[in-house]
């Protein structure tokens, strides 16, 4: 069966941008995140607090906190890696954050500058702290899925790294197919493994970068398999500074219009994700890949 709802984790401004070369300026940031909320979205990651030399794109993430009209009834995590971070995105307001771990070695090196095991030992006092203080927190495994380097990830090694996650109190685990290589048999295989391994159904979310084309699929088979959350990117933005090969996420509209026709509730209006998308374009001087966007707005 399917649910009879969905949860859209929008990731659109953080890891939507993340990867612009050109710094988009704050106000533009700031205007995407209201007209995201105004189509009905209410899981809205708004940026990151990590070390600007790493983003620079998202170096300006107390900038855009302060200049946000944060709306009722609208969520804001944003990323943090550490207790610097976590310092940070206090410091601004902030109720809910993600830490992101890696599944494989070498990407635990890239993009965190640390070991596999010694990633744990920055998250730990970190997560303590900000559940202490009342924060809600979630957390990623990046190359839950392939690594550009390492190539075939074990789900038994994504369901470890996810379990220790769970227990040090992280209440989401987003499984990230950071490169897109996977495919629907894959998806059902990795979420199966994190279950058995202990991690609720309930607690599991996905993230499908869309490289190969599988996204759509995957996000339906993660569906099938009672996952609730499903995180998107409106206009398909995105990608990894950290991961060569990574493209866009799994866009917004194209779930929304996937959900639409299956009758599963998500409380987004297309129409005005894709009004957004195209004005997003215009600021970023290039056309949405989402087909959905294509299609509706016959760019
Ligand atoms: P490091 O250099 O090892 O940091 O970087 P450190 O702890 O050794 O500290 C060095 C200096 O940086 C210190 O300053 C710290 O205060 C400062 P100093 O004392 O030398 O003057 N510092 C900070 N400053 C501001 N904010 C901070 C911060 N932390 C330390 N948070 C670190 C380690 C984790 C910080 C670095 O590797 C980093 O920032 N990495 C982030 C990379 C990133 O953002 N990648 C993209 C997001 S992940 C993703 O996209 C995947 C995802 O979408 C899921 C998927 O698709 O799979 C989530
Ligand atoms: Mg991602």
Request: charged fraction near 20%.
């Given at each position: 069966g399917l649910p009879?709802?969905?949860?859209?984790?929008?990731?659109?401004?953080?890891?939507?941008?993340?990867?612009?070369k050109a710094v988009?300026?704050?106000?533009?940031?700031?205007?995407?995140?209201?007209?995201?909320?105004?189509?009905?979205?209410?899981?809205?990651?708004?940026?990151?607090?990590?070390?600007p030399k790493w983003v620079p794109q998202l170096a300006d993430a107390a900038d855009l906190l302060a200049m946000l009209e944060r709306r009722p009834g609208v969520d804001y995590p944003v990323l943090v890696p550490n207790e610097?971070?976590?310092?940070?995105?206090?410091?601004?307001?902030?109720?809910?954050?993600?830490?992101?771990?890696s599944a494989t070695e070498t990407f635990a090196?890239?993009?965190?500058?640390?070991?596999l095991d010694s990633q744990f030992a920055m998250f730990e006092p970190t997560v303590k702290r900000a559940l202490a203080?009342?924060?809600?927190?979630?957390?990623?495994?990046?190359?839950?899925?392939?690594?550009?380097?390492?190539?075939?990830?074990?789900?038994?090694?994504?369901?470890?790294?996810?379990?220790?996650?769970?227990?040090?109190?992280?209440?989401?685990?987003s499984l990230g197919d950071t490169?897109?290589?996977?495919?629907?048999?894959?998806?059902?295989?990795?979420?199966?493994?994190?279950?058995?391994?202990?991690?609720?159904?309930?607690?599991?979310?996905?993230?499908?970068h869309d490289t190969y084309g599988q996204a759509l699929?995957?996000?339906?088979?993660?569906?099938?398999?009672?996952?609730?959350t499903v995180d998107a990117s409106t206009g398909g933005l995105g990608g990894c500074p950290y991961a060569k090969s990574a493209t866009g996420n799994l866009a917004t509209e194209d779930l929304v219009w996937m959900l639409d026709g299956l009758g599963v509730s998500h409380g987004a209006r297309l129409?005005?994700?894709?009004?957004?998308?195209?004005?997003?374009?215009?600021?970023?001087?290039?056309?949405?890949?989402s087909r959905v966007v294509k299609a509706l707005a016959g760019a």
């Open positions: 009879a709802h969905v949860t859209i984790y929008e990731v659109g401004a953080r890891d939507g941008l993340q990867n612009e988009v300026p704050v106000e533009v940031k700031a205007e995407f995140l209201n007209r995201l909320a105004d189509a009905g979205l209410t899981t809205l990651e708004a940026t990151s607090f990590v070390h610097r971070g976590l310092d940070r995105a206090v410091e601004a307001g902030v109720d809910h954050i993600a830490v992101f771990a090196e890239k993009n965190l500058n640390r070991a203080e009342g924060l809600r927190v979630r957390a990623y495994v990046s190359m839950a899925f392939g690594d550009p380097w390492e190539g075939a990830v074990d789900p038994a090694q994504v369901a470890a790294v996810g379990r220790r996650l769970v227990e040090m109190g992280c209440r989401q685990l490169i897109g290589t996977g495919t629907p048999g894959h998806a059902e295989a990795v979420i199966d493994a994190c279950v058995a391994g202990g991690v609720p159904i309930d607690q599991i979310a996905v993230h499908f699929a995957n996000t339906l088979a993660a569906l099938r398999r009672g996952v609730t129409a005005d994700l894709v009004e957004t998308s195209v004005w997003m374009a215009d600021k970023l001087g290039r056309p949405s890949p």
